[in-house]
Structures are given as C-alpha cells and as structure tokens.
C-alpha cells in the first residue's frame, strides 16, 4: 500500500523521528526512513518535506543540538539519493503536542525556521501547515493519450463496477471507451465521480472513480491500466529493456533473477532474462557488454520478462508508467528506468 500510495503522490512527507535509536534505526542500511525516501524519488515524486518529529523526546527535551545532527544526516542520504536539498524544507515538530505544527512554536528559541530554493524563487516559514501551504503543483501532460492505473476496483449496489486511480497523462471524459491492459477488455465509461462529485472531464493529477458499463469486477484488478481504446490504447508487454541499478542486495544478480517489480501500482515478478550491459552510474558510459554478473552499486542495461501479463510504457513516452523499483528479501534491491517496450502481438 505504501508503494502504490506512492506512485501516486505528487508530495512526500518524511517523518523522521528524533528519539535515540528510532531515527538511527530508520536511516539505518536497511532502515525504513531510507527505502520510503529512495521509492519516493524513484516512483517520480520531486518534492520531499521533511518533518523531524518526537521533539519533546530528544534528551533534553527540545534539543537543538540533536535537531541539527538529524537534518545532517537525513541531508546526506537525501542527497545521493538524488534530491536536491537546497529545496527540501526541514521542520521540527512535536505531533504528540501539537509543537510547531500550525502555530510557531515556543519550545525551540533556537529554531529560525525553513528556507528553500526553487526554480520558482525562494519561499520561507516557521511551521509544517506553512509548508504544505507552499507546495507547487506539477506540470501536469493533457495532450498525451490517457494512462490510467488502476488503484482498486469497487463493486458499487445499484451503479456497478466503478474502478479507482490516478489520471497520468490525457483525458477522461463520460461517453469514452478504453481499453483496459493487460486484461485485454474494452468499456464505455458512464460516469466520473472525484470526492463524490461528478465530472464531465477529468484531467491529469485527478484521482478518480468512474462506472463502466457490461463488466465484471473479477475481470479488472489493481495494477491494470486503462487507455482510449481509439488513441494508442495500452497493451501488456512480452518483455522490456530497462536501466538499473543494483541498490542493496546480498550476493550476485545474474541472469534468471526475479524480483518483484513495483510500477505504477502494479507488482509482478519479472525475470532478468538478458544482462546487456554494464553501464559507469556516473556518465552512462558502456563499461562491459553481457556482464556475467552484477553486484550492489552497479548500474546496467538489461532485459526483463513478466511472469504474468503486465502493462508498462517507455519513460521517454510516458514517465509514470515508465518507473520501477525491485524488491526482494524484503527490502528494494533495484530502481530503474524502462527504456523500450516490446508489446504483446506486435
């Protein structure tokens, strides 16, 4: 649920905690605060708060000094992660008390507030309501073809089947049909619904509820992918080739290895079935061609087969649907890019 939850979002908030031990913990190698932070960025969400909570716990309570030694750290690994901090607000907070969360506190004298960088300028406060106040919305893509992963799909007494998601690309309007992916099915949409209004179009960044007419709710499932049955419509992939990299994991990767990927709010274990190539994380140069093996650290081109019909797309045509994170051993072991899509029947 996390992770679907997250390949929606536009915004992160980080909870750190400020106790002893539970935020060594979090940002330990294979700790919680980390994996949240690196999913996040790898499921394409750009803006990340951070909330340092449990102040009133620090010893002494309220401690600067422990306060500092937190954002210092949670900076570091935001940074290789790949998010620029100068843009990421840090605020300290006691959620149990209500310190600093919608009035400036009067607990940390020594707080002088949050500052951050944007394209846009710079925007500055004290507390986590004013920071969530200055949240940009993104730029969203209207004249791309219309992608819609499902989140659930609800069975509805006396309306039907009424499936649930997030708009990614294009336009969704009463009257369509699409075509759902990997299902192979198409439907007319009745009507949409957003917080239990109705919508005669709905745009991208929209998380809506739509009926559907003449279908079963046992034929669709999360993870499926709704499109214009007229426009491009969506289509499960045989295989795709994507760049990885290899974050954490114990022993060797070669080929046959099948993790479980998590996109868009799909997850299907899928194969490495070709290691192509061995890539510098840096430049993206070629270091090796069919590497043998790959390793924690490396980053690499490489083929990838569903076990199970599964609807991805290219990250150049559609980003959304276009990102992945790897997970096995119950932790994140890759994050990748998919580069090229080979789709079934073609």
Known sequence: ???????????????????????????????????????????????????????????????????????????????????????????????????????????????????????????????????????????RTINKPLRLPLQDVYKIGGVGTVPVGKIETGVLKPGMTLMFSPAKLTAEVKSIEMHHQGLDTALPGHNVGFNIKNMSVKNLRRGDVAGNAQHDPPSDVHSFEAQVIILNHPGKIKMGYSPVLDCHTAHVTCRFAELKEKLDRRTGKKLEDNPQLLMSGDAATVKLVPIKPMCVESFFTYPPLGRFAARDLKQTVAVGVIKSVEKDGI
């Open 1 to 139: 649920n996390m992770i679907t939850g997250t390949s929606q979002a536009d915004v992160a908030l980080l909870v750190v905690s400020a106790v002893k031990g539970e935020y060594e913990a979090g940002v330990s190698r294979s700790g919680q605060t980390r994996e949240h932070a690196l999913l996040a960025y790898t499921l394409g969400v750009k803006q990340i708060i951070v909330c340092v909570n449990k102040m009133d716990m620090t010893e002494p309570p309220y401690s600067q000094k422990r306060y500092e030694e937190v954002v210092k750290g949670v900076r570091v690994f935001l940074k290789k992660i790949g998010y620029d901090t100068n843009a990421v607000p840090f605020v300290p907070i006691s959620g149990w008390l209500g310190e600093n969360m919608i009035t400036p506190t009067q607990k940390m004298p020594w707080y002088r507030g949050w500052k951050v960088r944007l394209r846009e300028g710079t925007a500055n406060g004290n507390t986590l309501l004013e920071v969530l106040d200055s949240i940009k919305p993104p730029v």
